[in-house]
């Protein structure tokens, strides 16, 4: 059993086209991982396609190559960089396996992982939450999916904070909750500003909840990966 985030994962792991066909017309997965260094993914694909398994099946794929495709299947859910790394594993497979009442999903990037648990709380049960505590981890999951809100740290252990503004995709609201000002031009970007000092924490989960009403919300498992 392998626990990604609160998601109990049944993961098989094959290394060849004809394993990974054989427990796919045996077994129904949720998703599947190919690893494009390893195995090729048309081989697999085109079995699949060829024992007509259904098509509608999240396919994450992980390449040096961004351009890898997948045929008369789907676009991947998701397209890794390698050598991959956990975090941006994670936030693929929580994209495409994320429990249907999550209405929302933010990535909090704050190395405090006390306040991770305490906005989760104020949050509330239809808003998912992906933590990053530094700025290679909020990277990562931002290559990985979409989010529907970032909250942002400007302290990072890596650099600061300020470094993602203009890394994340312009339809993306960020609300930047620190201890530290913000530089004028960047606050220019962001839907609020809000100080540590200043406000509670549930004062910032309101102001979320209330920039999250504004735009369209974004939509036990068993895993295969090829590799």
Not at 42 to 63: T, Y
Not at 75 to 93: D, G, I, Q, T, Y
Not at 116 to 143: D, K, P, Y
Request: net charge negative; aromatic share 4%.
């Amino acid at each position: 059993m392998v626990t990604i985030e609160s998601i109990p994962l049944l993961v098989d792991i094959t290394r060849t086209a004809e394993a990974a066909c054989d427990l796919a017309s045996r077994r129904q997965y949720a998703a599947l991982v190919l690893d494009a260094g390893t195995v090729a993914p048309m081989a697999i694909l085109d079995r699949l396609g060829a024992d007509e398994q259904p098509k509608d099946i999240p396919i994450i794929v992980a390449s040096e190559d961004r351009a890898v495709g997948c045929g008369s299947f789907a676009e991947p859910a998701a397209r890794l960089a390698k050598p991959l790394n956990e975090v941006s594993l994670r936030a693929a497979l929580d994209a495409v396996l994320s429990p249907p009442q999550a209405e929302w999903h933010i990535l909090y990037v704050e190395d405090d992982t006390f306040l991770h648990e305490i906005f989760q709380q104020h949050l509330g049960e239809n808003v998912r939450m992906t933590s990053a505590a530094t700025l290679a981890e909020a990277r990562a999951c931002i290559a990985a999916r979409d989010f529907d809100l970032v909250l942002l740290d400007l302290e990072l252990p890596d650099g600061p904070g300020e470094q993602l503004v203009k890394e994340i995709a312009p339809t993306t609201p960020i609300l930047v909750f620190s201890a530290y000002d913000i530089d004028t031009e960047i606050a220019r970007n962001v839907a609020s500003v809000m100080t540590k000092s200043r406000v509670k924490e549930a004062e910032v989960a309101k102001t979320a909840a209330a920039i999250l009403a504004k735009k369209p919300a974004s939509g036990s498992s068993h895993t295969m990966t090829a590799e």
